[in-house]
Each structure stands twice: as structure tokens, then as C-alpha cells.
């Protein structure tokens, strides 16, 4: 044998060891993914692996398929990831056929460090560090990078997600679901066409909606669409390339009036494969988590953390942020307590919880948390110390917002400086003086200035485009008419006043 065959031939054999060695991995990891299955869940990893298979088959002459999993480090996100790795798992097994799984987890500053964590131990778990055809990836804006539990979140994200909150904030006054959400929804989407489009492209999106609630959520989009102008031509290919481009539009509009500047930095990608379709899950699978607890919390090493977990999110801390501002606006807006602020939001937040159908166990675990005699003073220093570390706000910044002074011509500025800023309240007329001109115009009384950004949390030229800008503009209203996350409660806007029906939204 010569020299080149006998090194052919060791090659041979060390692929066919590689080789066989991934198998026996997968198999491990199949073989212990289905031992925390029942029986109906392993059925219908087999139904849903076969309608995949032949979903993928007319593409096979390309190569492996790419099958996109947006991966959140919820409890939901996690069980659904963990389905679609069977369904990866046993196709490789059954019929020889591996697509690439592309796992993504678009980040932001309300995601604790539990929750990185718990994305690290599930993958793990499923065996997919070490797979080569799982992708896990990380996308921060439009930057993709591999996942990595420690990677820091770059420091324009975190800024960019602070400034957002704060300028939403200011506009609704603190209203859960707009100043958190609105933002964070529309990166979401974005991470999606970001990592959708990255490298060759993906063929599939996994979802876990029905059909029904993706013609819902597609007619929804298109409506909020035509309210806005077009920025460039609809995307090639129909489908979610089209709700993208629609959503791009949204994005434009959205932020350009939050933020009062024709705004580059948010957009929502588009430039996706036109061939680009969703699989839907939802037939075959039953997200409750209570049906899946030994896979979460025994197989995958899912840990409910307490800041990471507040009412309906298992992957966000922003909710105990929106409880927070409840109990700031009672005190400090309506002159009651913070403590009965707290229980208004978890009158509504429970409610949530269980129109969603959560698991009696964690509607229990928070009540048991708020209902303890230190809950409020405790939940206080905490969700303050997160609000500092995530955003760079301390709680003066957030009581400046929930009374949000400066917007419409500081319509609310008189009772907030009598408030909380006593110090300003000769300087009142100052005040609308140096914010009522454009925000490019040069600052001609530095003293009140800063003292104003350091109430407020916002620089001069963003505390002048609020000034300038209405409450609840249009758009905003209109994504939150169409939001379910909302809800009624009774509640006093004074200490002896009336009680009335008042509608808050949040999570």
C-alpha cells in the first residue's frame, strides 16, 4: 500500500470513529431526552418528526436543512427546544436524516444571570455543545455570536434597551406592557430575522401557535402596518419575509416618534430566504409546564430563580420592575401606599397567570412570596438593586417616571416638583423655558440641566423631544389595544378617593 492510500485509509477510519462515536452520543441523548417524556409526548415527537421529514424532503438535493428554534430560556422556550431536539434526535436515529437545529437567544438587559444559566444546563442536558449540527447562537442588535453563559451583554444594547424604557416610560406613564415590552417584542422579531439570515439561512421556523393565532397575530401586524409609511419594497417570498417587512415599518415608526429622531438603530431584518416558513408544533405537543416538570427541573436542570421568575415570565425580571412602579405610583402619584400598589399588580398579575393556565404550584410560589410580612420592603431592595445594576436607574429616576413631568408641554410638572423636588418649584417657569425649544438648540442654564438629568435619568435634548410629544401617542395605543396582557382593577387615585375600574397592562 502506498503512502497516500494508507493515509486515505487512516482517515477512513478515524470519520468512521468520529462518526460512530456522535451516534452513540445521540443515542445517549435521545434515549435520556425520551425517558422524561410520556408516552404522548414520545408519540408526538414521531408525528412531528414525520410531517418534518417530508416538510424538509423537497430541499434535501441542497444539503442538511436548517430548522430555527428561538430559544428564549423560559420555561415554554425550553420545553419547545427540547421537542424539537427529539424530533432532530430521532430522525438522525431512524432514518439516517440530520438538519441542522439552529438554536437562538436574542438578548436584553432584563435577562438575568439565572437565565443564561439555565440555557447553558439545558443544552447540556441535550447533548448539543458538543453536536455539530446545532448552531447555538446569541444575538445582541444585529450582531450574532456563538452562545457563550458568561458572554457580557455589550454595553450599546444595555443602553439602548435603558433609553427605550425610559422614553416609553415617560410617554405612558410607566404602563407595564409599553414601557418594557413594546421594545423587546420587536427586537424579538428582529432576532428572528437576524439569525434566520445568518450564514447559508434557515428553510424553518419552529413555532409553537396554532395556525389560527399565526393568521391572528399576521392580520395584527398588517393592520398596525397601515398605519405607518412604507420604507422600502415588501420582501421577496410571502409568509414571515412580509410580516417581517411589515414589522420593520412598525419598528421605524415606533421609534421615531418614541424617540423624536428618525431612528437607524431599531429596525426589524427582513432580508431573510423568501422560501422561509413556519412548522408549528401546537397539534402535537401540550406546552403546560406542569406536565413536563421532571423534564424541566430533573432532566434539564431548570431552576425557577426569583428574580428570573415573576408571575407570567420564567426568563425576564422585568415584570418585578412593572409590580415596582405600581407600588411607586400609589405611594408617590396617588398619595396612598407602596404596599397596596404591590397588591393592585398582583391582583392583575395572578389573574394572568391563570387565564394563561399556569401550574397551580407557581401561582402558589408567588402568592407565598408577596404574601410574606417583609415581601414588600424585601421585593423593594431587590428589584431596586436590579434596576440599577440592568439599567444604570436608581429609584428616584423610576418615581420620575411614573409621574412622567416632562411630556406635553410638562402638563404634570407642578404636583411632581411639589412632590418630590420641592427644591425646583421657584424655577418652574425656567423649567418650561429651557425645554420647550427643539432639542438641537444649545443649553443656556447648565445648573438646572443637570440637575433635571439627574432627576429624570435623561439627557436635556431627550427630556425636550418629551416635552414636545403627546401621552399615549397613537401607535402605542394601538399595539396595546390589540395586546391581551392587560387587565381591570379596582383602585384609588387618592387616599380617600373614590374607587374606580382602572385598566393596567404588564406581565
Known amino acids: 500500500m502506498d503512502i497516500a492510500a494508507g493515509l486515505a ?92 437545529l439552529r438554536a437562538v437567544t436574542n438578548r436584553h438587559a432584563g435577562m438575568p444571570g439565572a437565565v443564561m444559566e439555565n440555557i447553558d444546563r439545558a443544552y447540556r442536558a441535550l447533548g448539543m455543545l458538543t453536536d455539530p449540527d446545532c448552531e447555538l447562537l446569541l444575538v445582541d442588535g444585529t450582531a450574532v455570536s456563538p452562545f457563550r453563559a458568561d458572554a457580557p451583554l455589550p454595553p450599546d444594547v444595555a443602553a439602548r434597551n435603558r433609553l427605550d424604557i425610559l422614553m416609553t416610560g415617560h410617554r405612558t406613564g410607566a404602563d407595564g406592557r409599553p414601557t418594557f415590552c413594546n421594545a423587546c417584542n420587536l427586537s424579538v422579531a428582529n432576532s428572528f430575522g437576524v439569525a434566520a439570515a445568518h450564514g447559508r439561512g434557515a428553510d424553518v421556523i419552529v413555532t409553537g401557535d396554532s395556525a389560527q393565532e399565526q393568521r391572528a397575530y399576521t392580520a395584527w401586524i398588517v393592520q398596525l402596518a397601515r398605519q405607518v409609511p412604507r420604507r422600502k419594497p415588501a420582501p421577496r417570498g410571502s409568509g414571515f419575509p412580509r410580516v417581517l417587512g411589515a414589522l420593520d415599518d412598525v419598528a421605524h415608526a415606533y421609534f421615531s416618534d418614541i424617540h423624536d429622531a428618525d431612528d437607524a438603530a431599531h429596525t426589524v431584518c427582513s432580508d431573510v430566504p423568501p422560501a422561509l416558513r413556519f412548522f408549528s408544533i401546537y397539534e402535537d405537543t401540550d406546552y403546560e409546564a406542569g406536565s413536563h416538570w421532571d423534564l424541566l427541573t430533573r432532566h434539564l436542570g431548570f431552576v425557577f430563580d426569583e428574580l428570573a421568575f415573576n408571575f407570567t415570565e420564567s426568563d425576564c425580571a422585568n415584570p418585578a420592575l412593572m409590580a415596582h412602579l405600581r407600588g411607586l405610583k400609589c405611594q408617590y402619584v396617588y398619595g396612598r401606599s407602596y404596599q397596596e400598589g404591590l397588591e393592585e399588580y398582583l391582583v392583575f398579575a395572578l389573574a394572568l397567570m391563570r387565564r394563561k393556565e399556569f401550574p397551580q404550584a407557581l401561582i402558589d410560589t408567588m402568592m407565598k412570596r408577596y404574601a410574606a410580612a417583609d415581601a414588600h420592603d424585601t421585593l423593594r431592595a431587590r428589584v431596586n438593586a436590579f434596576a440599577r445594576s440592568a439599567y444604570g436607574l436608581d ?103 373614590p374607587q374606580i375600574t382602572e385598566v393596567i397592562s404588564g406581565r
Open 9 to 100: 485509509a487512516d482517515a477512513n477510519r478515524k470519520e468512521k470513529a468520529v462518526t460512530s462515536f456522535l451516534s452513540a452520543q445521540r443515542r445517549q441523548a435521545l434515549d435520556s431526552l425520551l425517558s422524561f417524556l410520556v408516552p404522548d409526548d414520545r408519540a408526538a415527537v414521531a408525528r412531528s418528526a414525520g410531517r418534518l421529514r417530508k416538510a424538509l424532503a423537497e430541499r434535501e438535493a441542497e444539503g442538511p436543512a436548517c430548522v430555527l428554534v428561538g430559544y428564549g430560556g423560559g420555561k415554554d422556550s425550553t420545553y419547545t427546544l427540547s421537542f424539537v431536539r427529539a424530533m432532530q434526535l430521532l430522525l438522525a436515529d431512524q432514518c439516517g436524516q440530520v438538519f441542522t
Open 395 to 497: 429609584e428616584e429616576q423610576l418615581i420620575c417616571m411614573v409621574h412622567s413631568p416632562f411630556t406635553a408641554r410638562a402638563h404634570d410638572l407642578r404636583p411632581y416638583l411639589e412632590r418630590r423636588a420641592e427644591d425646583l418649584v421657584p424655577h418652574e417657569k425656567a423649567i418650561h423655558e429651557l425645554l420647550r425649544v427643539p432639542p438641537e438648540e444649545p443649553n443656556r442654564n447648565s445648573s438646572l440641566a443637570a440637575r433635571l438629568e439627574e432627576i429624570s435619568g435623561l439627557h436635556l435634548h431627550q427630556l425636550r423631544a418629551l416635552y414636545g410629544s403627546e401621552m399615549r401617542p397613537p401607535l402605542v395605543q394601538s399595539i396595546l389595544r390589540g395586546d391581551p396582557h392587560k387587565g381591570s382593577i379596582q383602585t384609588r387615585h387618592a387616599p380617600q378617593g
